[in-house]
């Protein structure tokens, strides 16, 4: 990655950190603790959400600086599939662009825990560039 990205208020808030790359894009991470705790020793959805979201942002910033672009952007729609509880331990996120073009980007996003292959929880964002 060249400069590196800083992330939005809320990502900070909820302890949000880019921890390195994988294929080009960045991988972030959260901590378990009582700023993203829902029920008792588990992620709340929300926090859940907000790392996909924030990821899969990083991950457009990361493919639209390296094209020399720095648009505004605006989401069209984003869609979150839980697939398991998030439990009391750090969560990872980090996005693959599966279409960047002049007006609109598509992200798929994915987070995990303990093991990289079973997430537990993925997103697509639909990104307006304007």
Known sequence: MSDPIELPAYARSLGITIIGEEAGMPVLSVSFGSNVEG???????????????????A???????AA????????????????????????????RITRLGRRNANVAVEAWQ??????????VMNILMV
């Open 114 to 123: 303990d093991d990289r292959t079973r997430p537990i929880a993925t997103a």
């Open 68 to 95: 020399g672009r720095d648009p505004q952007l605006k989401p069209i729609n984003i869609t979150v599939q839980y697939l398991a509880a998030g439990k009391s331990q750090a969560s990872f996120a980090t996005a």
């Open 39 to 57: 029920r008792t020793a588990h992620f709340h959805g929300g926090a859940t959400a907000g790392l996909l979201e924030t990821a899969g942002y």
């Open 59 to 65: 991950a457009l910033h990361t493919a639209l600086q």
